[in-house]
C-alpha cells in the first residue's frame, strides 16, 4: 500500500511560497515569546526570521513556473543506494 504522501498531488511554486509564508508568520508569532521566556537568543531569532523572508522573497521572484523535474523528486523517498 502507498504511503500518504505519494498518493498527494505534486508541489507547485505556489504551495512553496504558501508554506514559507505560513512559517514566516509562524516565527514572527512564537519567537518574541521564546525570546522572552529565553529559549532563543534575540539574535538567532532575528536571523532565523531574516533568513525565511529571504526564502518568501526567492519563491516570490521564481513566480509560477514549473518546478525543475529534479525538485519535483519525491522529497520522502529513501535516498539512493
Known amino acids: 500500500m502507498p504511503d500518504a ?16 509564508r505560513r512559517e514566516l508568520a509562524l516565527r514572527r508569532e512564537v519567537y518574541p515569546g521564546m525570546v522572552q521566556r529565553g529559549r532563543l537568543h534575540p539574535a538567532e531569532a532575528q536571523h532565523e526570521l531574516r533568513c525565511q523572508d529571504e526564502l518568501v522573497r526567492l519563491l516570490d521572484r521564481l513566480g509560477d513556473a514549473p518546478l525543475p523535474e529534479a525538485l519535483q523528486a519525491d522529497l520522502f523517498a529513501s535516498p539512493p543506494e
Not at 511554486?13 to 514559507?20: F, G, H, I, K, T
Open 5 to 20: 504522501h505519494t498518493l498527494s498531488p505534486p508541489v507547485t511554486r505556489a504551495d512553496l511560497r504558501a508554506s514559507a
